[in-house]
């Protein structure tokens, strides 16, 4: 299973850390957010074999990182803002590497519950 914790809610220009434990094995793990009345969206995704790679919208503010001995994958955000508010997911893809880094949900096979990141003005 994948877990996702450490949603909360902040103010614009805050920074926060999502940690996303999963059980090992997994190919590829993407971070995903989806905000209310809006459809889901990738965010980024890590492989060990790979640099961390990041949609538009989000590089140069986020982060992803692994640490290995705990099996999580970590996402640094910096310099929130309410635009960023969303439930945020992690999730598994055993695809080839080009097919993972799209970051289309439909090529994930295995999804954590979300956590809720709340950003205020």
């Known amino acids: 299973p994948l877990v996702e914790s450490g949603g909360e809610s902040v103010q614009a220009g805050d920074s926060l850390r999502l940690s996303c434990a999963y059980s090992g094995g997994e190919y590829y793990i993407g971070w995903f957010r989806q905000a209310p009345g809006k459809e889901r969206e990738g965010v980024g995704g890590?492989?060990?074999?790979?640099?961390?790679n990041y949609v538009a919208s989000v590089k140069g503010r986020f982060t992803i990182t692994k640490d290995r001995a705990k099996n999580t994958l970590w996402l640094e955000m910096k310099n929130l803002s309410p635009e960023d508010t969303a439930m945020y997911y992690c999730?598994?893809?055993?695809?080839?590497?080009?097919?993972?880094?799209?970051?289309?949900?439909?090529?994930?096979?295995?999804w954590g519950q979300g956590t809720q990141v709340t950003v205020s003005s």
């Open positions: 890590f492989n060990d074999h790979e640099s961390a």
């Open positions: 999730a598994a893809c055993n695809n080839a590497y080009s097919t993972c880094v799209r970051l289309e949900g439909r090529f994930f096979h295995r």
